[in-house]
């Protein structure tokens, strides 16, 4: 794959569909009526408008609905009847990765949309018998009920880490509901067979956090450290991102949500089967363990210098059906590619929905 040296310069490749290639176990364990239709907003001629990331360090006050089983806190910028955009956010980060990009599709017309996944920020859960729960097919349910409460029909969905595997999911099991995709890492969409499996030794190293979070120290240890621990999360995971203070803070405010330990945790040991989820989500799960395809238009990203597990893109490429981009994004760009490359992001999802 040729790359340039310039930062935040896309490497477009195409990839067949065609192709024999499976998805590894990495990357199974990494991911109406009265409704408004999505529209295309227009391009920019060449590129985003040139931004320095870290330009912008607030959005707009924020807004709160009810939508399914929690009050979500997000973000929103751009004009209420411009085609719209779901921006979803990973582990240990919030909305502040997409902080730069909002006003630049903002700027394009299009409703953006960034709300604090389960566990973060102002986002709270409307009933404290509810279980807290981070499965993978409940975090997808959440965004679908955050659509449905705003009468979002169908929406662009982008994100990464968590964020990514919950619109790789959107887009697999709601295909109605997801205009186009965008996704840092490919294709995250995994199982609790595939967590049980092991990896390499240097593979297995990579999760040593999860591994951490198996045991009663780890949830111990979280919870007590959790601005340090998610400080260390960032310098590993981007490994050349020389982020401030100032802007690791703004994200960890929203680490001390009440449910956040309970979801992050509930999370990881789902994934390697040692906490069950909730049967109701199982006929989900079985679709997901499957390894659907996704079929709506897609680009996938990587940074160059992304210190977090993940794929090379072939090994997920056939599982994208429809029509599909990798972009490897290069500079020193690490696993929260929005913030670091905010630029890159923007223009993959003005692109995706040219498709």
């Known amino acids: 794959m040729n790359t340039t040296k310039q930062p935040g310069e896309i490497d477009h490749h195409r990839r067949s569909f065609f192709s024999a290639a499976a998805t590894t176990i990495v990357t199974a364990q990494l991911g109406m009526m009265g409704l408004a239709e999505a529209e295309t907003a227009k391009p920019w001629k060449k590129n985003p408008p040139t931004i320095k990331p870290g330009t912008h ?50 700027s394009k017309g299009y409703r953006v949309i960034v709300p604090y996944l ?33 009468k979002i029909e169908k929406a662009i969905v982008a994100g990464f880490d968590w964020g990514a595997r919950t619109a790789d999911i959107m887009a697999a099991l709601w295909p ?11 294709y995250l969409i995994g199982s609790q067979a595939a967590g049980k499996t092991p990896l390499p030794p240097g593979a ?37 991102w020389n982020f401030d203070d100032a802007t690791f803070d703004r994200s960890a405010a929203s680490f001390n949500n009440p449910d956040h330990v309970a979801i992050v945790i509930h999370n990881y040991r789902w994934r390697q089967n040692l906490a069950k989820g909730d049967p109701k989500y199982d006929e989900l799960e079985t679709k997901l363990a499957a390894a659907p395809v996704i079929a709506v238009p897609a680009i996938t990203m990587e940074g160059d ?33 929005p913030q670091e490359a905010p630029q890159a992001f923007a223009q993959a999802i003005v692109d995706v929905d040219r498709f």
């Not at 109605?176 to 490919?186: D, I, M, N, Q």
């Not at 999860?210 to 601005?227: L, P, V």
């Not at 090994?315 to 972009?327: E, I, Q, T």
């Open 305 to 337: 210098a992304n210190g977090a597990p993940h794929a090379d893109p072939g090994a997920y490429a056939a599982r994208f059906s429809g029509k599909y981009a990798s972009r490897v994004i290069t500079g020193g760009v690490g696993h929260n590619l």
């Open 57 to 106: 360090n607030s959005f707009a006050p924020l807004k709160h609905i009810n939508a399914g089983e929690l009050n979500v806190g997000y973000a929103e910028a751009g004009p209420a009847d411009g085609p719209p955009i779901l921006l979803l956010h990973g582990w240990p980060y919030d909305i502040y990765s997409f902080v730069d990009v909002a006003p630049m599709l903002a």
């Open 176 to 186: 109605e509901r997801c205009k186009a995709l965008v996704s840092v890492s490919g």
């Open 118 to 150: 389960r566990g973060y920020g102002s986002t709270t859960f409307l009933s404290s018998d509810t279980f807290r729960n981070g499965q993978q097919s409940v975090v997808a349910l959440d965004a679908i009920a955050l659509m449905d409460a705003l």
């Open 204 to 240: 297995e190293f990579q999760w040593w956090y999860q591994f951490y979070f198996a045991t009663d120290r780890g949830e111990a240890g979280y919870d007590k450290y959790r601005h340090d621990f998610a400080k260390l999360i960032w310098k590993l995971a981007s490994p050349k």
